[in-house]
Protein backbone atom coordinates (compact mmCIF):
# COMPACT_ATOMS: atom_id res chain seq x y z
CA UNK A 1 0.00 0.00 0.00
CA UNK A 2 1.42 3.41 -0.71
CA UNK A 3 0.95 6.10 1.96
CA UNK A 4 0.51 9.58 0.65
CA UNK A 5 1.26 12.29 2.91
CA UNK A 6 -0.71 15.68 2.76
CA UNK A 7 2.00 17.43 2.37
CA UNK A 8 2.97 15.70 -0.70
CA UNK A 9 -0.47 17.36 -2.02
CA UNK A 10 -0.61 20.56 -0.27
CA UNK A 11 2.89 21.54 -0.50
CA UNK A 12 2.24 25.44 -2.00
CA UNK A 13 2.66 28.65 -0.14
CA UNK A 14 -1.18 28.91 -0.26
CA UNK A 15 -3.45 26.29 0.71
CA UNK A 16 -4.42 23.88 -1.71
CA UNK A 17 -3.33 25.44 -4.88
CA UNK A 18 -2.75 22.73 -7.45
CA UNK A 19 -5.24 20.43 -5.96
CA UNK A 20 -8.09 22.53 -4.66
CA UNK A 21 -10.94 20.49 -6.21
CA UNK A 22 -13.64 22.17 -8.10
CA UNK A 23 -16.24 24.28 -7.77
CA UNK A 24 -19.82 23.78 -8.91
CA UNK A 25 -22.15 26.41 -8.27
CA UNK A 26 -20.85 28.20 -5.34
CA UNK A 27 -19.97 25.10 -3.80
CA UNK A 28 -15.87 24.19 -3.36
CA UNK A 29 -15.28 20.19 -3.18
CA UNK A 30 -12.06 19.26 -1.65
CA UNK A 31 -10.92 15.86 -2.59
CA UNK A 32 -8.57 14.15 0.17
CA UNK A 33 -8.93 10.49 -0.88
CA UNK A 34 -4.97 10.48 -1.54
CA UNK A 35 -4.50 11.40 1.80
CA UNK A 36 -3.46 9.08 4.84
CA UNK A 37 -3.01 11.68 7.42
CA UNK A 38 -2.96 15.46 8.01
CA UNK A 39 -0.13 17.37 9.79
CA UNK A 40 -1.51 20.70 11.87
CA UNK A 41 0.20 22.53 9.26
CA UNK A 42 -1.93 21.17 6.89
CA UNK A 43 -5.18 20.98 8.98
CA UNK A 44 -4.46 25.01 9.30
CA UNK A 45 -4.23 25.43 5.30
CA UNK A 46 -7.45 24.00 5.06
CA UNK A 47 -9.30 26.21 8.07
CA UNK A 48 -7.41 29.25 6.02
CA UNK A 49 -9.41 27.67 2.69
CA UNK A 50 -12.51 27.51 4.13
CA UNK A 51 -12.37 30.90 5.93
CA UNK A 52 -11.52 32.21 2.64
CA UNK A 53 -14.33 30.68 0.76
CA UNK A 54 -16.74 31.79 3.12
CA UNK A 55 -15.48 35.64 2.44
CA UNK A 56 -16.22 34.81 -1.14
CA UNK A 57 -19.50 33.60 -0.77
CA UNK A 58 -18.31 30.15 -1.24
CA UNK A 59 -19.27 26.23 0.73
CA UNK A 60 -16.50 23.93 0.82
CA UNK A 61 -17.15 20.38 1.16
CA UNK A 62 -14.18 17.96 1.68
CA UNK A 63 -14.99 14.40 0.08
CA UNK A 64 -13.21 11.16 -0.21
CA UNK A 65 -12.01 11.26 3.21
CA UNK A 66 -10.03 8.31 4.03
CA UNK A 67 -11.59 6.86 8.26
CA UNK A 68 -8.07 7.68 9.43
CA UNK A 69 -8.62 11.30 8.51
CA UNK A 70 -12.12 11.70 9.37
CA UNK A 71 -11.05 10.41 13.19
CA UNK A 72 -8.16 13.02 13.33
CA UNK A 73 -10.29 15.37 12.14
CA UNK A 74 -13.24 14.67 14.44
CA UNK A 75 -11.27 14.42 17.37
CA UNK A 76 -10.49 18.37 16.82
CA UNK A 77 -13.77 18.84 16.48
CA UNK A 78 -13.63 20.40 13.10
CA UNK A 79 -16.01 17.45 11.31
CA UNK A 80 -19.08 20.55 13.13
CA UNK A 81 -17.39 23.02 11.15
CA UNK A 82 -16.36 21.82 7.76
CA UNK A 83 -18.74 20.00 5.74
CA UNK A 84 -17.48 16.35 4.91
CA UNK A 85 -19.03 14.11 2.47
Known amino acids: MKITRSKDLFSKSEAFPEHSGRLYERVHYVDLKEVCFLTNSDIAR ?12 IET ?17 LDSIINFE
Open 61 to 77: RVINVKPEVMDQLKQLE
Open 46 to 57: LIDKVKYNLSSG
